[in-house]
């Protein structure tokens, strides 16, 4: 499929399709670490959003601005502005979310030469009205920030344009995740991935038509051999490890559904098209499912997981935390519990950006299978 | 029937060959630099000390590190999984395995029937390990045969702070150079390996009776400070250096429930 070959491309080399965007008239290219950025907002003004994934190279410039004990997403995504490897991003946007990307966003400021810099100051709590209320006022001003930045104008027509090729987007990711459900084997786990990767670093109407095509190509009905392999939920923030795909698939398990900030999180929630459309985004930003670094109901990623497990009849669980993120470090406790008590079996794999030795990652998954 | 289990470690590879219950021998030897010929080579070594042909052997299951460079194996199957076999064969009353290997140290918590009911492994650090005992024995010109005899003499074993084998290693030559007793610094070495371990084994939980397996078991100062660290006792059978191909025989032979 030469639809799929292309995401893969992308994805194994996001830098190379936004220079390629950048220099065939695209515009400019906005870095973003954390899908809380209101990404509609940064199409609606004709740049490109670019998710950075932190770098797979060895840190030789990062350490001597962040601790060892930040994550290797924050250290990698600095390493890879120091390094010049960003050198076509036109902005950056921060987030409010963990306080390593805040601190990042203060480096960044000063070290990454990176000409246009946006501070998004969400609120925290995302579940009382008045959070409601400011995420609004916050959006807006985003807006503004990027009006002025960028000198172009942002009318809420655009806006309204871009939410609805979002929600086509969303449509389509979930219908792939679903055919993938409903036939594990009818698309292995590393294409998900480059597809998920891909749509945060993608011309939207370009990622849409690529997308469909991959869907429309899956087809309906199961494998054979799909009933033997166990069902196991991807859980935590960046699954960027398109290898843990194909050992797991070594195992004798094939994931079917996920709980991942590069996954569910990012797609799962149309926004509303009807309304200010600055109001619609916000309230899709407070209604999605919490990552770690917000909150809402104290049990809400707990429930969500038992949730997703039972909806999906998931095998296991995998938790895939990134060495030092607290965040879903703190979390991980109760929403093993919660999975416990629901007599669902989970692993803990703590990695960095790049994994253990294959042996190792192996031994661990296979025995996990096996368990199931 | 007559089944083999092959364990190819980090360090050592070892063979077992089963018939029912009864052990008929086995063999251990350095890995080196070529799983697939060293499990050939000790293979053929075991099959030629037990006098046995090769068509005998009913089944062959291959585990460790090296698992899956053993063509002439039946099936693969983790260490983890083959530990926990093991150990049951051995005593089915055993609910937690402790196996420190070469590079790896794991809890295994066994539920009824020998089956794997959760486990903790160490990830990128081997610090703890066997070859961190290699490393020390070399920087104390003390033979490994020799640190549990030598470490249960201490009388106040030295704090060894750092956790990481080179700079545990630097610590250790430091100590040395003090002129502290090398039996305790051997004792301090044991206690910071057997913190390091509980605190691991705190993930998933510790239940009596334990079995420790692996070569590392082979220390008794460090069983002793591993009891001592978990307040528990620890039970440690000759077999525990081939245990893991222990288990990968039972599980040749058709599993735990036809035993």
Redesign the interface.
Known sequence: MEAMEFLRGVAADPHAYARKWKSSGGGRVVGYFCTYTPDELIRAAGCLPFRIFGSGGNMTRADAHLQSYSCSLVRGGLEEALSGRLDFLDATVFPHTCDSIQRLSDIWRLSACVPLHFDVVLPVKLNTASAGRYMVDVFKKFRSDLEGATGTGIDAEKISEEIRNSNRMKRILAGIYEARSADPLSISGGDVYSLIKSSMVMDRGEFIGLAEEVLAGLGPGASAGAGSLKRIVLAGGICSHPDVYSILERSGAHVVWDELCTGTRYFEGEISEKGDPVESLAARYMDRIVCPAKHSDIYARGKNIVRIARERKADGVIFILLKFCDPHAFDYPYMKESLDAGGIPSILL??EEKL?PE??LL??L??FV??L | MITAGIDIGSITAKALALSGNEILGSRVAFTGYNPEQAAADIFGALLAEIGIERASIGAVVSTG?GRNAVRFADRA?????CHAAGAYFQDPSVRTVIDIGGQ?SKIISIADGG???D?A?N??CAAGTGRFLEVMSRAMEVPLDSFGEMSRRSKSPAPISNTCTVFAESEVISLISKGVQRQDILAGLHESIASRIASMAARIGVAAPVMMTGGVAKNGGLVDALERCLSVEISVTPNAQVNGALGAAVLAAGGLEKK
């Open positions: 703590e990695i253990p042996g190792q031994t661990r296979e025995t096996s368990t | 590190y199957i983790t260490e983890i999984i790896d089956r794997v009911r486990f492994m990830d990128k």
